[in-house]
């Protein structure tokens, strides 16, 4: 498969998944439950999340349109469904759910396959590609904190 046809699957999954998991958010950060919570300080205002998720996703998208042109398998597919998985489903368990223990472990285990992915693909081909990588691992580690500062304030 050709860059240009990864990178448009890639653009249509991710965004689709951000998408997805803004519809089970169950109106999210507008919630009377989200905003009577003692969120941290560092909260950032509402329309920066989209913002860096549209940076993210575009990143990552080009990002894995490189790795999946290098080396595409099976197993590699199953790790990007993992992590489909796991971002859309963190907007239901904390938001519509309200299980913020349970998002905790979702956005620790997201951040743990994104640092996979950095870790163990760094190929000569891939070495300065995975820097695309690093707003994706820079975000989840604001949002496990975010997520964290809820659980243990709340």
């Given at each position: 498969m050709k860059f240009t046809a990864y990178l448009l699957l890639f653009l249509v999954i991710n965004f689709g998944g951000l998408y997805l998991g803004t519809l089970l958010m169950n109106n999210g950060p507008n919630a009377e439950w989200y905003l009577n919570l003692n969120k941290a300080p560092?909260?950032?205002?509402?329309?920066?999340?989209?913002?860096?998720w549209t940076c993210i996703m575009l990143c990552f998208s080009i990002y894995l349109s490189f790795l999946f042109q290098w080396k595409s398998s099976t197993g590699l597919w199953?790790?990007?469904?993992?992590?489909?998985?796991?971002?859309?489903i963190w907007n239901y368990v904390f938001f519509n759910q309200h299980m913020?223990?349970?998002?905790?472990?979702?956005?620790v285990s997201l951040?743990?396959?994104?640092?996979y992915y950095f870790v163990n693909f760094k190929a000569d081909k891939l070495k300065t590609t995975r820097l695309l990588l690093l707003p994706y691992l820079i975000w989840l580690c604001i949002a496990v904190s975010l997520n964290l500062y809820v659980v243990i304030h709340n």
């Open positions: 560092w909260t950032p205002p509402g329309w920066v999340f989209g913002a860096a199953s790790l990007f469904g993992i992590q489909v998985f796991l971002n859309v913020t223990i349970l998002g905790l472990v979702i956005i951040l743990i396959v994104i640092l």
